[in-house]
């Protein structure tokens, strides 16, 4: 007697994206869910069962004997119970299904690493066990002395049996079964801050929220709040709601930076029921946490994009924090979006779905017009401030252009000078890190370039390297000779965030600069210390990235500036207009939070320019009116789908000539039967990452299903050689 067992192999490719078919000649009873070790292709990989096993009544070698194919034997089992259930694995075919992924990559993303199907995971992180004390009843009346009562007392719940220091009353206890000694598996202890915090009463306008929410017969809602208008309130009532009737709760923010602050809360009002599920966690503390949901014993769970998949029991809410932004769509395979899966698990569980921003996504907020979600609008901020006042600085103006620095325009050293003068603290805004974006030779005038990409090295002074910042290459400027023709002299050009503490520090000698980005963040825990520290006062002014713009609450913030306001308006992406009117708007959102009214400045040289000034008027409705218009005008989402395909290869000919052969597929697949646009192939962006060149071809349609069905055949033709890598993205976050 044997068993069948249906299999799915680690491998993530198209091609391999099916189940093979395995004998298990051992006795133990295998069930659907559970990885195995198997032979592919003479090598040992891992196995993922997807199937409930077929038990075979017969002997093996008699049963092999009437087959005209070879049948494998499983070589180990690696699980004891299944890691994942039905019900999860039907949303990873579901997944798999509208992204065009290998289902092995989707089931590869829900779970944590020592549990994922592939040969790096075999070994689980060690578990260790302590033997622990519990009381049992006395329903016999056993007599007990003084010292033997207290003890019997004191362990009222389970006790480690190393803090009991009465080991012959504890030896009584256990001999006359009042006590029973067990071992317990001891979890991994996050380290969770308690605020303090409890849940507030809800203002009116919030109340009317969540009263919508809990009573209307929709299923998805899109909170529009104004940035301070206390959406997190309201998820944390929502959630509570859920709780008390046995229902679980899934709350996720874009980014982990965003996580702590969040978790602290959650914490502090539903303590040991919150769980956290992003990629920052250790591999031991995501598996404890993982079987910590999977077993119920968990109910809030708040993370990132992947915590979507978290095996939680009965569903009652999913929150989607900030959801217009882009972090929610995975940028690598399997390209999966968060907010859509949302609606997935809707659709499957009936739980109620919030997506939330004060600049929602266009696509969310077309589905509102279209009925297909209930809007809640939130205009108020809690603190009854007005939104900050906001001047638009134009670098072009020679009036506004300073002398000590090119970027530090005099109207912001005036509004810097007066929020010093009142100890208040600024937030400086600018998305490039380093210390100059362009390093170039001063006897060639080459623009030094990363050998392994096509872009060129920054400039980083405090460490004095040119650094790639997309594959990390770096290079120590002290000795550097130009590769074209070995020059010594190189100068820099450009502004990073370096540069502009250095520049603030020769205006104003007084003040303190902290900087926020990937650089100053790097090891861990130096960017909750940078934020505590700002936070703390220790800063005057936080110089950075993009991450200065989102989600932060600094009650002493009275001055929020965008040094380059059209910086991203040059992107070359359709959601150019959108970005860059998202950022600007909780930009400007940080300043005026606490007691004081906020300002705002924002630095441009396209004083004109229509999205900036609407940001500058924080007018969402005007600005969603205008870029709809765009969008109309050049048939982007919402008025059509998107597709990505993209080729790579180590060699440029190589993946020239494949994307062409794909672009005549799909001509006469799809675009001689009006099917839809094809554009390309073109080189994208940036061309060469990693030494890999890459092509990109992008599909505009409005039949999903029609399009979905000739991709699939571009997949099983197996049109490219192994040296080409193909990839698709449904609904890609950009065009480029």
Known sequence: MFQLVKVLVERGVYNLDKPFTYAYLGEERLSFGMRVNIDFNSSSIVGFIVDEPEVINEDFQTYLSKLDYSLKTIQSVLDKEPIIDKELYELAKKVADYYLCPLIEVLKAMLPPSLKPNSSSKSKPQLRFQKVALRKENTLGIKLNSNQEKLYLELDKETPVSKIGAKASLKFLVDNSLVEIIDREVKTQLSLEDEGYYLKTLTEEQENAFDKIINSPDSTFLIQGVTGSGKTEIYLHLVSYYLKRGKSSIVLVPEISLTDKMISLFYSVFNNQVAIFHSGLSNK??????????????????????????????????????????????????????????????????????YASATPSLEMKAMTESKRMALIKLNKRINENELPEVQIVSLNDYVNINDESAIISRPLVRELESTFASNHQAILLLNRRGYAPIYTCDNCKKTLVCPNCSVPLVYHKKSGELRCHHCDYSISVSSFECPKCHGTKFSYNGFGTERIKDDLERIFPQIKVG?????????????HRILSDFALGKYDVLVGT????????????????????????????????????????????????????????????????????????????????????????????????????????????????????????????????????????????????????????????????????????????????????LSIDIDPSSDI
């Open 515 to 527: 900087i926020l980005d990937a650089d100053s963040t790097r090891l861990k825990g130096e960017y």
């Open 285 to 354: 503390v995501k598996y404890d946490e993982y079987r910590s949901i999977a077993r119920g014993e968990k109910k809030v769970v708040i993370g990132t994009r992947s915590a979507i998949f978290a095996p939680v029991k009965d569903l009652g809410l999913i929150v989607v924090d900030e959801e217009h932004v882009e972090s929610y769509k995975q940028d690598t395979s399997p390209y999966y979006d968060a907010r859509r899966v949302a609606l997935m698990l809707s659709e499957k569980t009936q739980c109620k779905v919030i």
């Open 546 to 725: 993009q991450m200065v713009a989102k989600g932060h609450d600094f009650s002493n913030v009275t001055l929020a500036v965008a040094l380059m306001a059209d910086q991203s308006l040059e992107f070359p992406s359709y959601k150019a207009n959108e970005n860059t009117f998202d950022m600007l708007t909780q930009l400007i959102g940080r300043a005026g939070r606490g007691d004081f009214t906020g300002k705002a400045i924002v630095q441009t040289y396209s004083k004109d320019n229509k999205v900036i000034e609407l940001a500058s008027k924080q007018d969402y409705e005007a600005f969603y009116i205008y870029e709809m218009k765009n969008r109309q005008a050049r048939n982007y989402p919402p008025y059509c789908y998107l597709a990505n395909i993209t080729l790579s290869s180590s060699k440029k000919d190589k993946v020239v000539q494949a994307s062409y052969q794909v672009k005549n597929f799909l001509v006469n697949k799809l675009v001689k039967h009006s099917l839809a646009l094809v554009y390309g192939p073109s080189v994208p962006y940036i061309e060469k990452l990693n030494n890999r060149y890459y092509r990109k071809l992008m599909l505009k349609y409005k039949n999903r299903l029609a399009v979905k069905r000739i991709l699939k055949d571009l997949i099983d033709l197996k049109m490219t050689s192994s040296e080409i890598h």
